[in-house]
């Protein structure tokens, strides 16, 4: 069965830091690989996904994530964070034959003037 | 995302009530989902319909149900067996059923006993 960890739970940077978050996922075969962010409140917006091919792969709002298959990892990345990007990220994994996604517990960030 | 509207925004419930959440697209996308989100725990799958009279049962479906007459809409009731509904609610759509698909996501209702 499929399944992602998240190991995170808060972390906290500084405006204009960069930043790494991550994600470690469970299945056989290739899997489709999603990230999303939600702000307080409100639903999940799709930040990038990856499906084959080039294994960095670029998102909205500058975000990039890196499929490693022999990490069995999937980490987001930022070069330099901005106050916006506050928010909860989760990581998603989909896989051959499943009906649904399956997320991680999500990531708090934070971040500090 | 535009598309999916969730409502109400807040829905409050006094004990042995059931309550419906609505969840209504217009991105013409098959397949609708519905979730739970507490802190903590990420989003756990109640419900999911691909088509049209059809849906099946996610992780936690008791003390849920649903129904799926129209393409545009995938209502939630929670019902009174569910004894801890205070939570955090959100409605997917997704284009197609395949898992290569990314889902769509409403707003969210959030729901708290009286």
């Known amino acids: 069965a499929q399944s992602v960890t998240q190991p995170d739970i808060h972390i906290t940077v500084s405006e204009g830091a960069s930043l790494e978050l991550r994600c470690n996922y469970s299945y056989g075969a290739t899997p489709y690989l999603f990230w999303y962010v939600q702000s307080p409140g409100q639903g999940l917006q799709l930040l990038l996904k990856y499906f084959s091919g080039d294994t960095l792969v670029q998102g909205i709002k500058g975000f990039e994530a890196e499929f490693k298959r022999s990490q069995s990892s999937f980490n987001l990345r930022k070069p330099s964070v901005h106050w916006s990007d506050a928010a909860e990220y989760f990581c998603?994994?989909?896989?051959?034959?499943?009906?649904?996604?399956?997320f991680g517990t999500g990531t708090r960030l934070t971040v500090i003037p | 995302d535009g598309g999916i509207t969730q409502s109400p925004k807040y829905l409050f419930r006094k004990e042995g009530q059931n309550v419906t959440l609505s969840c209504e697209q217009n991105l013409n996308h098959d397949a609708m989902y519905w979730y739970r989100q507490d802190p903590g725990q990420g989003l756990r799958l109640i419900y999911y319909?691909?088509?049209?009279?059809?849906?099946q049962k996610g992780d936690i479906a008791e003390g849920y149900s649903v129904s799926r007459e129209k393409k545009e809409s995938f209502p939630l009731t929670v019902t009174s067996a569910q004894k801890n509904p205070t939570a955090f609610y959100l409605c997917a759509t997704q284009q197609g059923s395949a898992s290569n698909q990314p889902q769509h996501f409403g707003d969210g209702t959030r729901l708290s006993i009286l």
């Open positions: 319909s691909q088509i049209v009279n059809d849906f």
């Open positions: 998603a994994v989909g896989a051959n034959g499943a009906n649904n996604l399956f």
